[in-house]
């Protein structure tokens, strides 16, 4: 039954859709508009070749007006400057003087960062005492062991 309903209250608005193509002037849904024969179609227009080249000289006239328009007067150009030889020297010179300066305030900072004794002991403890005593300590090492006989291991009976 509740199809039969949903069927009729499809139909009718069918019906009113239709009423209200109609006074729009559209056609109904199963109806579709008649296509034209080709013999009634209208022509194509074709451009001659000669109307071609007058719109493609009129073209090149207008782009050629722009171009003019836009172009910048290049006789009034300065020329290009160049770096004298001793301007070169005087820009190398202040560039090493404060990189010297940049590595010496470094080189400040980092020994104000050190706490003091460790200060001393950098001072007081040069490479040359540190390889000093490597080579007493291998040479104490071979004495030692050309005193002590070499273990023997005991025999077990």
Known sequence: MALIGYEAERQKIEATMAGIRSQLGLHSKGASAPAKATSEAKPKHRMSAAGRARIAEAQRKRWAATKKATEPAPATSKPKRR?????????????????????????????????????????????????????????KRTQKAAATPPAVPAATE
């Open 83 to 139: 770096l004298s030889a001793a301007g070169k020297a005087a820009i190398v010179a202040a560039l090493k003087k404060r990189w010297a300066a940049k590595r010496a305030a470094a080189k400040k900072a980092a020994n104000a960062q050190q706490p003091p004794a460790a200060k001393k002991a950098a001072k007081k403890a040069p490479v040359k005492a540190s390889r000093k005593a490597a080579t007493k300590g291998a040479a």
